[in-house]
C-alpha cells in the first residue's frame, strides 16, 4: 500500500531541496515535482517527494485521522 503524508516544509537548502516535519519527524524531502515550494507550505510526501500542495486546513484534517487511525489500533 502506497501512502502520501502531509508534510510542512521547515527548510530549504536548494530550490528542490529541504527538510520537513510530519507529527514532529524531521525528513529529507525532494520537491523537484511541485512548483514553488516555500518554508511553511504543506506539501504530501510520498517516498521522500513532495507531489502536491495543499492546504493547512486539509493537512491538520488529515494528520487528525491519521492519529485517530493509530490510536484505534492500541486499544
Known amino acids: 500500500m502506497c ?18 516535519e ?6 529529507e524531502a525532494n520537491f523537484s515535482l511541485v512548483e514553488d515550494v516555500k518554508v511553511g507550505d504543506w506539501v504530501i510526501l510520498h517516498v521522500g517527494f513532495a507531489i502536491s500542495k495543499l492546504d493547512e486546513g486539509e493537512a491538520e484534517e ?7 487511525i493509530e490510536n484505534a489500533g492500541k486499544s
Open 62 to 68: 488529515t494528520l487528525k485521522l491519521i492519529q485517530e
Open 3 to 20: 501512502l502520501g503524508i502531509p508534510a510542512k516544509v521547515i527548510e530549504l537548502s536548494s530550490p528542490e531541496r529541504g527538510k520537513v
Open 22 to 27: 510530519i507529527m514532529g519527524v524531521r525528513r
